[in-house]
């Protein structure tokens, strides 16, 4: 049974770092391409960003690009997103996932089969 648990969220002021972590588990996901989204509350889940564990070819959406940085440690099945110069806007859930093969969209959430729980992300302006 695949398992994705998030951690690394807190409290932190604008301009700030945070890094979060998803650690994987349940089966080899070599194939797959792992993403995170994020949500604040009122709004759509939203791509931040992705990876493919084979490979390492990324993706980023507009609004985090050259702020944020995915990676992934294939020895320890985890997935990270260094997140730096933090705003106000960046405020919300962020959660990870799965996407098996065939991919398909993405940015879009209902692309992905799996999803870790969540973790808060909140900065203070």
């Known amino acids: 049974q695949v398992q994705l648990v998030e951690s690394g969220g807190g409290l932190v002021q604008a301009g700030g770092s945070l890094r979060l972590s998803c650690a994987a588990s349940?089966?080899?996901?070599?194939?797959?391409?792992m993403g995170w989204f994020r949500q604040a509350p009122g709004k759509e889940r939203e791509f931040v960003a992705a990876i493919r564990w084979s490979g390492g070819s990324t993706y980023y959406a507009d609004s985090v690009k050259g702020r944020f940085t995915i990676s992934r440690d294939n020895a320890k099945n985890t997935v990270y997103l260094q997140m730096n110069s933090l705003k106000a806007e960046d405020t919300a859930v962020y959660y990870c996932?799965?996407?098996?093969?065939?991919?398909?969209?993405?940015?879009?959430?209902?692309?992905?089969?799996?999803w870790g729980q969540g973790t808060q992300v909140t900065v203070s302006s």
């Open positions: 996932a799965v996407d098996q093969p065939p991919f398909r969209e993405l940015t879009i959430a209902s692309s992905y089969d799996y």
């Open positions: 349940g089966r080899t996901f070599s194939s797959d391409r």
